[in-house]
């Protein structure tokens, strides 16, 4: 269940509820994460369509930890995370696995590391959806797109409220690790341009705005929310769509957190009027099972009414799975996790530095820089993702430090690498444990399904120790806590793994996009077998792309609002002539 806390006035709340229903709408949003966000903005933007938009987490994106970098170390496991765990996972020895998710306006997007990237153009061209190609994304990526550092036209662009940039602050360990990995792997300046290959070592591009996160919440619901045309609600849990007897949604009905009665409340469309659901991987199938579409068998065990019988509903579920390896150096004072900490309490001059002037290690959340590489399971990209972090962790689950930093008095210097199946093949799925939104589903993420992906986690090992071994850190040098000495053949890294995986924070794919018979939306994002009801989230990516989702969530939003304002923009097969331009930079690049 959600665990709200009891609203104090019940009949003040239900009235308020009741002017927000009192009138239809042209476009119901579910969901106030990145996608939720950036739809309610360009959707209501000409203050001809009424909108509401309903997210059951916080209002208060403008936390300070929330806008402060390094105050992620504040947020994992707290009021503004779901705190969502994976059931029983059979690749982890049975382990549940925590999954992060942003329970406050702006979603996920405001307690992720904020890295930039869109995964490669062979990414997207390896959907097999028609109109979702490399060439047809590439303008939606560039739309929204801030570039603050530089980056050529032909990836990039300047004046969109999505900001790219450089953390304004680099550790000592974060430059050796750059000198070192460069000469073994090879450099890359920008993983997002697809003119060449992604594999190298580099800093990587966030998603910030001088010195401060930049959320969904605050990049585009922050300038529309005070439009008369946009409603906007918090705290509030949608318990299903409803439909007529055609099929096509007619209505939203919805209910407060923290309201024992369990009042409901029903949000009605305008005819012609649209479902848009946002609320991510997790959410976004729930409420569509809750609503009878998904597989029927599974409905009919809730006593759902079946509307719709889509079996995919829930499957597909994807993740990048992760593994570290840390080392603990003796040089004293240079981690970012030490110089946090004074008299094992937290160090104000850090914090007064980004208070003042938004620059300094606050602005960093640990883990950007980092590189891309080849192991031996990969198909002809990078599988592997290397995060480089100036900190020794505080457990093997690299989750560990950022959930228990903020109650530990003394860390430990050292550097660690979080090494990350970038392009994970494995599947898992979400179902239901009841009828009731409230509670929550359970979640089988699939973890190491794929044997490939353990293969390449147990590289990652190898090449995190390879690197974190290397003498040119000379007085930095450390010695190796995490896997340890005692683990050494290939069963036993394996063994490793299997004991501490922990997610890199990617979970998409459980409404997959796509013309097969394995799809729930089509390219156009309408819900398969109802009418009314799009998915617009990284539920709808129909296979993980190689670098951290949020990015890519921002361009399908855009992408999204647009042919909804305006179907003659809906999602076209790219020209012949246009996809193999892209495709033949990349066979230069190679």
Same mark, same amino acid.
């Given at each position: 269940?959600?665990?709200?806390?009891?609203?104090?006035?019940?009949?003040?709340?239900?009235?308020?509820?009741?002017?927000?229903?009192?009138?239809?709408?042209?476009?119901?949003?579910?969901?106030?994460?990145?996608?939720?966000?950036?739809?309610?903005?360009?959707?209501?933007?000409?203050?001809?369509?009424?909108?509401?938009?309903?997210?059951?987490?916080?209002?208060?994106?403008?936390?300070?930890?929330?806008?402060?970098?390094?105050?992620?170390?504040?947020?994992?496991?707290?009021?503004?995370?779901?705190?969502?765990?994976?059931?029983?996972?059979?690749?982890?020895?049975?382990?549940?696995?925590?999954?992060?998710?942003?329970?406050?306006?702006?979603?996920?997007?405001?307690?992720?590391?904020?890295?930039?990237?869109?995964?490669?153009?062979?990414?997207?061209?390896?959907?097999?959806?028609?109109?979702?190609?490399?060439?047809?994304?590439?303008?939606?990526?560039?739309?929204?797109?801030?570039?603050?550092?530089?980056?050529?036209?032909?990836?990039?662009?300047?004046?969109?409220?999505?900001?790219?940039?450089?953390?304004?602050?680099?550790?000592?360990?974060?430059?050796?690790?750059?000198?070192?990995?460069?000469?073994?792997?090879?450099?890359?300046?920008?993983?997002?341009?697809?003119?060449?290959?992604?594999?190298?070592?580099?800093?990587?591009?966030?998603?910030?705005?001088?010195?401060?996160?930049?959320?969904?919440?605050?990049?585009?619901?922050?300038?529309?929310?005070?439009?008369?045309?946009?409603?906007?609600?918090?705290?509030?849990?949608?318990?299903?769509?409803?439909?007529?007897?055609?099929?096509?949604?007619?209505?939203?009905?919805?209910?407060?957190?923290?309201?024992? $009665?369990?009042?409901?409340?029903?949000?009605?469309?305008?005819?012609?009027?649209?479902?848009?659901?946002?609320?991510?991987?997790?959410?976004?199938?729930?409420?569509?099972?809750?609503?009878?579409?998904?597989?029927?068998?599974?409905?009919?065990?809730?006593?759902?009414?079946?509307?719709?019988?889509?079996?995919?509903?829930?499957?597909?579920?994807?993740?990048?799975?992760?593994?570290?390896?840390?080392?603990?150096?003796?040089?004293?004072?240079?981690?970012?996790?030490?110089?946090?900490?004074?008299?094992?309490? $937290?160090?104000?001059?850090?914090?007064?530095?980004?208070?003042?002037?938004?620059?300094?290690?606050?602005?960093?959340?640990?883990?950007?820089?980092?590189?891309?590489?080849?192991?031996?399971?990969?198909?002809?990209?990078?599988?592997?993702?290397?995060?480089?972090?100036?900190?020794?962790?505080?457990?093997?689950?690299?989750?560990? $430090?950022?959930?228990?930093?903020?109650?530990?008095?003394?860390?430990?210097?050292?550097? $660690?690498?979080?090494?990350?199946?970038?392009?994970?093949?494995?599947?898992?799925?979400?179902?239901?444990?009841?009828?009731?939104?409230?509670?929550?589903?359970?979640?089988?993420?699939?973890?190491?399904?794929?044997?490939?992906?353990?293969?390449?986690?147990?590289?990652?090992?190898?090449?995190?120790?390879?690197?974190?071994?290397?003498?040119?850190?000379?007085?930095?040098?450390?010695?190796?806590?995490?896997?340890?000495?005692?683990?050494?053949?290939?069963?036993?890294?394996?063994?490793?793994?299997?004991? #501490?995986?922990?997610?890199?924070?990617?979970?998409?794919?459980?409404?997959?996009?796509? #013309?097969?018979?394995?799809?729930?939306?089509?390219?156009?994002?309408?819900?398969?077998?109802?009418?009314?009801?799009?998915?617009?989230?990284?539920?709808?990516?129909?296979?993980?792309?190689?670098?951290?989702?949020?990015?890519?969530?921002?361009?399908?939003?855009?992408?999204?609002?647009?042919?909804?304002?305006?179907?003659?923009?809906?999602?076209?097969?790219? #020209?012949?002539?246009?996809?193999?331009?892209?495709?033949?930079?990349?066979?230069?690049?190679?």
């Amino acid at each position: 269940m959600t665990g709200a806390k009891p609203l104090k006035s019940l009949p003040k709340a239900h009235a308020k509820e009741l002017k927000v229903v009192a009138e239809p709408y042209d476009y119901i949003i579910a969901g106030g994460g990145l996608a939720g966000c950036l739809l309610a903005n360009r959707l209501s933007a000409d203050g001809t369509k009424k909108v509401l938009l309903l997210e059951a987490g916080r209002s208060d994106y403008d936390n300070l930890f929330i806008r402060m970098p390094a105050g992620i170390l504040k947020l994992f496991r707290s009021v503004y995370d779901w705190q969502f765990e994976s059931s029983g996972e059979k690749g982890c020895n049975g382990r549940n696995i925590f999954l992060q998710r942003g329970k406050v306006l702006g979603g996920s997007s405001c307690t992720n590391v904020m890295l930039h990237h869109r995964g490669t153009a062979k990414d997207y061209d390896d959907w097999c959806v028609p109109g979702w190609a490399a060439a047809d994304v590439l303008p939606w990526f560039k739309a929204s797109e801030d570039d603050t550092i530089g980056l050529s036209s032909d990836f990039h662009s300047r004046g969109g409220e999505w900001t790219l940039s450089q953390v304004r602050y680099q550790n000592p360990l974060s430059k050796t690790f750059l000198d070192i990995g460069s000469k073994i792997l090879g450099a890359n300046d920008d993983f997002n341009n697809w003119s060449r290959p992604q594999d190298g070592v580099g800093r990587f591009h966030v998603s910030q705005h001088n010195g401060e996160r930049q959320s969904g919440a605050a990049a585009f619901l922050s300038p529309a929310k005070h439009r008369k045309n946009l409603t906007v609600r918090t705290g509030v849990m949608v318990r299903r769509i409803n439909f007529d007897d055609s099929k096509t949604a007619n209505s939203v009905t919805y209910d407060l957190l923290g309201d024992d $009665t369990c009042t409901q409340f029903t949000a009605a469309l305008k005819e012609e009027g649209e479902v848009l659901l946002a609320a991510g991987a997790i959410g976004s199938p729930q409420i569509l099972m809750v609503s009878g579409v998904g597989d029927a068998s599974h409905l009919e065990k809730h006593s759902i009414p079946v509307v719709a019988d889509v079996p995919s509903v829930g499957e597909n579920f994807q993740d990048h799975p992760a593994a570290i390896v840390s080392f603990r150096t003796p040089v004293k004072g240079v981690s970012v996790t030490s110089k946090l900490r004074i008299f094992g309490l $937290t160090n104000p001059f850090p914090v007064l530095k980004w208070l003042f002037f938004k620059t300094g290690m606050m602005t960093s959340s640990g883990c950007d820089h980092g590189a891309f590489v080849q192991t031996a399971a990969a198909q002809g990209q990078p599988d592997l993702q290397i995060r480089f972090l100036a900190a020794k962790s505080l457990g093997p689950d690299g989750m560990t $430090t950022f959930t228990q930093f903020r109650n530990s008095r003394r860390v430990e210097d050292g550097y $660690t690498f979080q090494t990350i199946a970038s392009r994970a093949r494995s599947k898992g799925c979400l179902r239901l444990a009841s009828s009731n939104s409230h509670v929550r589903p359970i979640i089988d993420v699939g973890y190491l399904s794929d044997s490939a992906d353990i293969v390449t986690l147990r590289e990652g090992v190898k090449l995190g120790r390879l690197l974190g071994n290397s003498d040119e850190w000379g007085e930095y040098k450390g010695e190796e806590i995490y896997p340890g000495p005692t683990v050494q053949t290939d069963d036993e890294i394996d063994e490793y793994i299997r004991q #501490t995986l922990h997610t890199a924070n990617a979970l998409i794919g459980t409404c997959k996009m796509g #013309t097969g018979d394995d799809a729930v939306v089509g390219p156009d994002l309408c819900v398969k077998g109802v009418n009314g009801v799009r998915v617009v989230d990284a539920s709808i990516i129909p296979v993980i792309p190689g670098g951290q989702t949020g990015t890519p969530v921002v361009m399908i939003a855009e992408r999204a609002a647009a042919f909804i304002l305006d179907p003659s923009l809906a999602p076209q097969a790219a #020209t012949i002539e246009v996809a193999a331009e892209v495709s033949e930079a990349e066979a230069v690049a190679v």
